[in-house]
């Protein structure tokens, strides 16, 4: 049996919407099963700040250079991530990049047949911004921060969480410190 992990702010919103749902059923709301479903489906859309499914609640510790708690890929692969290690300026765009645990070493096999991948960037405020991009043939995946992102930089540690982008496995975790 295979679990999901939900971030917490989103089982809180899906929680409120079924509340919602449950409390109007027991007093006759007026609206379909089919309406009720959509308004918890923009509720969960709407609500600012929640990452996206598949990328685990977690955060970057840059005095320890880990994220807690650890994402590890659930193959058994091992991935290499990339990120810089010292703070930097608030204009400045942050290289990020993920080499698959094929050709980090892991040997044949371990990317499961991953070609792309996705990056959400979590800053400082909670916000959560995701680009995607395929395997290069050197098995890299890069990203520059904000840009790739359409997102605006802020001052304070970065959570970065890579994921497969089609099945929205999480793969490796790291972060980055602005200025």
Same mark, same amino acid.
């Given at each position: 049996?295979?679990?999901? #992990?939900?971030?917490? *702010?989103?089982?809180?919103?899906?929680?409120?919407? !079924?509340? !919602?749902?449950?409390?109007?059923?027991?007093?006759? =709301?007026? =609206?379909?099963?089919?309406? !009720?479903? %959509?308004?918890? @489906?923009?509720?969960?859309?709407?609500?600012? $700040?929640?990452? @996206?499914?598949?990328? *685990?609640?977690?955060? &970057?510790?840059?005095?320890? &250079? #880990?994220?807690?708690?650890?994402? /590890?890929?659930?193959?058994?692969?091992?991935?290499?991530? %990339?990120?810089?290690?010292? %703070?930097?300026?608030? /204009?400045?765009?942050?290289?990020?990049? !993920?080499?698959?645990?094929?050709?980090?070493?892991?040997?044949?096999?371990?990317?499961?047949?991953?070609?792309?991948?996705? @990056?959400?960037?979590?800053?400082? /405020?909670?916000?959560?911004?995701?680009?995607?991009?395929?395997?290069?043939?050197?098995?890299?995946?890069?990203?520059?921060?904000? $840009?790739?992102?359409?997102?605006?930089?802020?001052?304070?540690? =970065?959570?970065?969480?890579?994921?497969?982008? %089609?099945?929205?496995?999480?793969?490796?975790?790291?972060? &980055?410190?602005?200025?």
């Amino acid at each position: 049996m295979t679990s999901v #992990l939900i971030p917490a *702010p989103l089982r809180a919103a899906l929680c409120g919407a !079924l509340v !919602l749902m449950a409390a109007g059923c027991a007093t006759g =709301h007026g =609206h379909t099963t089919e309406e !009720l479903g %959509e308004m918890i @489906a923009e509720t969960v859309r709407t609500t600012g $700040g929640v990452p @996206a499914l598949g990328v *685990p609640d977690t955060a &970057f510790d840059p005095a320890k &250079f #880990l994220c807690d708690p650890a994402v /590890d890929d659930s193959g058994a692969g091992t991935w290499r991530t %990339e990120a810089p290690r010292e %703070e930097t300026g608030p /204009d400045e765009a942050v290289e990020l990049g !993920l080499l698959s645990a094929e050709d980090a070493g892991a040997g044949p096999g371990t990317d499961a047949g991953t070609a792309t991948v996705a @990056a959400t960037v979590i800053g400082p /405020d909670g916000a959560a911004a995701t680009a995607e991009t395929d395997l290069a043939a050197d098995g890299w995946a890069r990203l520059t921060y904000p $840009g790739d992102f359409g997102a605006e930089s802020a001052p304070g540690v =970065h959570t970065v969480v890579w994921t497969d982008a %089609e099945a929205s496995t999480p793969l490796a975790c790291d972060g &980055f410190t602005v200025g």
